[in-house]
């Protein structure tokens, strides 16, 4: 059964990165053919997608953090990464890591989440 | 982008009620590609519809979905206990996905 488990740092202070990864289990990313997501839940906005990655590295964005973020893939660790930069208090959430096909773009596995709070 | 507006925003029933909630898109949704989820508080999000209309794998026959274009709906048929928490639909016919803001089945 795939599994994923978002993991880092629970509080970043404001103007800074923010760092998380994601662990796969029960699967492999490499030669999935699926990509890797990430979508974020706060009270202000809602559920809110971030970016997708596959595992060749190739990845696109939401238009509102396409500035701000980086995605990343380590295949031989079996996980993926996020880097939201110069983060403010609206970037507080729920952190979700996520897969879904190339097409179409359901999210089929999630994890549990990880709550981010910017705070100094 | 295209907004998804769900209403209510939460809704009281008794277990083995029926449930209908709705879920209205700003624009055509591409090839009815709408998905619903359920998010019980503590756990990951679990997809239960797809395309508008197709259960997703383990999912009980009492949730259906359905509608086109701009306007769909999930249903449970009869609610069970397990079912009170917060239901969210996405669009992804079109990048951004975007999903719509919940609505919440509270037992009444």
């Known amino acids: 059964q795939l599994q994923l488990q978002e993991s880092g740092p629970g509080l970043v202070k404001p103007s800074e990165t923010l760092s998380l990864t994601c662990s796969v289990s029960?699967?492999?990313?490499?030669?999935?053919?699926?990509?890797w997501a990430w979508i974020r839940q706060s009270p202000e906005k809602g559920l809110e997608w971030i970016g997708s990655?596959?595992?060749?590295?190739?990845?696109y964005h939401s238009p509102s953090l396409r500035s701000r973020v980086t995605l990343s893939v380590d295949t031989s660790k079996n996980q993926f990464s996020l880097r939201l930069r110069s983060v403010t208090a609206a970037d507080t959430a729920v952190y979700y890591c996520?897969?879904?096909?190339?097409?179409?773009?359901?999210?089929?596995?999630w994890g549990q989440g990880r709550l981010v709070t910017v705070s100094s | 982008e295209i907004v998804l507006t769900q209403s209510p925003g939460t809704l009281s029933f008794s277990p083995g009620e029926r449930a209908t909630l709705s879920c209205r898109a700003t624009?055509?949704?591409?090839?009815?590609?709408l998905a619903w989820y359920q998010h019980r508080a503590g756990q990951a999000p679990r997809l239960l519809i797809y395309?508008?209309?197709n259960r997703a794998t383990g999912i009980p026959d009492r949730f259906s979905g359905s509608g086109s274009g701009t306007d769909f709906t999930l249903t449970i048929s009869r609610l069970e206990p397990e079912d009170f928490a917060v239901y969210y639909c996405?669009?992804?016919?079109?990048?951004?996905?975007?999903f719509g803001q919940g609505t919440k089945l509270e037992i009444k």
């Open positions: 624009q055509t949704v591409r090839a009815n590609y």
């Open positions: 996405q669009q992804y016919g079109n990048s951004p996905y975007t």
């Open positions: 029960g699967g492999s990313i490499n030669g999935s053919d699926h990509f």
């Open positions: 990655i596959f595992d060749s590295g190739s990845a």
């Open positions: 395309g508008a209309s």
């Open positions: 996520a897969k879904h096909a190339a097409s179409p773009t359901f999210f089929g596995f």
